[in-house]
């Protein structure tokens, strides 16, 4: 057939027969917990695991249009395995008083995501090794430290600050942690007494003004300050490292 022919979409959809089998588990939990010694006391933990493992068969004849200078494709593949783990836990307390009332909280969060593919060869329909896929394994983690506190005085003045300790496996051990604070205030306009007037107009009106630190490492690859030394050279970080030979790496996870 012509390279430059149009394909047929029936025919594309009809050889190629390719199947998978996935299993997968989700589980979640979450408890509360109130302490009977100190009214306003609460402990909240939170625990989850996403985990799916599969495997399949790549089958395409000789004759289907997009494999036929390869004498079409017959492999096996798997078992693939991604999993999410995730535990929260923090302490609440809160006191309420007729012109002054606050609420402190006290955390901890730690997520862990791994994913693992084994090597794997691709072949055509007459048994051809066409390509060798190297085995792969990523794995990462964040864990985070956190405290924020609430006061409210007279029902309108409000003061918010937070503090966050996050570390993330994604950066080096020497650039791994970091800390973000942040802090709020807010005036209730609408329960000032020059207000009054205008309540069935606009029965909650707050001025809010506040500062704060992010971080980000969404985006940024597994142990992307790692240098690891690969069978074609110095590489950088982990996506470089698997391309190259295939070998573990899981950027010291925290």
Request: proline share 3%.
């Amino acid at each position: 057939p012509s390279a430059n022919a149009k394909a047929n979409p029936v025919g594309l959809l009809d050889y190629c027969r390719n199947t998978s089998t996935v299993k997968r588990i989700i589980t979640n939990l979450d408890a509360d917990y109130s302490f009977p010694f100190l009214a306003g006391l609460k402990a909240h933990v939170t625990g989850g695991f996403d985990g799916a493992k599969g495997e399949g068969n790549v089958y395409n004849p000789a004759d289907r249009f997009q494999d036929y200078t390869t004498s079409g494709r017959d492999f096996d593949y798997g078992p693939e395995s991604n999993s999410n783990s995730l535990f929260t836990g923090y302490l609440f307390y809160s006191n309420k008083g007729d012109s002054f009332s606050f609420d402190v909280t006290a955390g901890y969060d730690y997520q862990y995501w791994h994913s693992e593919r084994p090597e794997y060869s691709e072949y055509n329909s007459l048994g051809e090794s066409q390509k060798d896929v190297a085995r792969s394994e990523y794995a990462h983690s964040l864990m985070s430290y956190y405290g924020r506190a609430n006061a409210t005085f007279l029902g309108k003045y409000m003061i918010t600050a937070t503090v966050r300790r996050d570390g993330t496996s994604r950066f080096s051990e020497d650039n791994r942690w970091g800390t973000f604070p942040s802090v709020a205030l807010a005036w209730r306009l609408s329960e000032e007494e020059f207000l009054s007037g205008i309540k069935d107009i606009a029965n909650n009106i707050k001025i809010r003004a506040s500062y704060g630190v992010t971080g980000q490492q969404d985006g940024i690859g597994n142990a992307v300050g790692s240098v690891v030394l690969g069978a074609q050279g110095v590489g950088h970080g982990v996506d470089d490292a698997q391309q190259r030979v295939g070998e573990r790496h899981a950027g010291h996870v925290l």
